[in-house]
């Protein structure tokens, strides 16, 4: 399945000051019954979303129309837990494209950049800022520069690097999985054989 492709984006931000949010939380294992890729973002954080009798939650970030964009902002910690690869499917069926943290569990960042979605690990000092960033204007905006692999502050000019696998880092600019690429290079493949 192919994603949008991802360059440079300017957006403002949902901020989601918890900790340790585990993959449970992202996308509870009752709504995992799908094989397709469609559909999950209707159930991100379903149970911090919605009461039990389906209302929204009106303290919860996602529900707060103060706030979008396709950035979300965690704290430290995102994604820990099991290892499914749903809770990226649901962030991004949602509309994110950016996820940033101080830390993400390993098997979360590494799906995540599988379907499309950049973790973007930054300083505790500097996720502060973002987050005084939002409080300070939620209408705040954020560039995110893959080639550059920067992410900037609008508001205080303020600008970091982060790291990113440069095979991920191809597979996100030109809007690929893993399947896509290698049909991306499959004469390349046909001549190796031939060797």
Not at 69 to 78: D, P, R, S, T, Y
Not at 94 to 110: H, N
Not at 130 to 144: K, P, Y
């Amino acid at each position: 399945m192919a994603y949008d492709k991802f360059s440079i984006i300017t957006s403002s931000a949902v901020p989601l000051p918890i900790e340790n949010v585990d993959t449970d939380q992202i996308i509870p294992a009752r709504f995992l019954k799908a094989v397709e890729r469609k559909g999950f973002g209707d159930n991100l954080f379903r149970d911090w979303r919605y009461e039990k009798d389906g209302s929204e939650k009106a303290n919860f970030p996602l529900n707060n129309k103060t706030y979008s964009g396709k950035i979300l902002v965690g704290a430290k910690n995102f994604g820990s837990g099991s290892s499914r690869e749903h809770a990226a499917w649901a962030i991004y069926d949602y509309g994110f494209r950016v996820v940033v943290s101080s830390f993400f569990a390993d098997i979360f960042k590494g799906n995540a950049l599988n379907n499309g979605l950049l973790p973007v690990v930054v300083t505790p000092e500097f996720l502060q800022k973002i987050f005084d960033a939002i409080e300070n204007d939620s209408n705040t905006n954020f560039v995110v520069d893959l080639e550059k692999q920067t992410f900037s502050i609008s508001a205080t000019g303020e600008i970091v690097d982060f790291e990113i696998n440069q095979y991920k880092k191809h597979c996100l600019q030109n809007g690929l999985d893993d399947i896509d690429y290698l049909v991306e290079i499959k004469d390349k493949i046909a001549a190796f054989e031939t060797e």
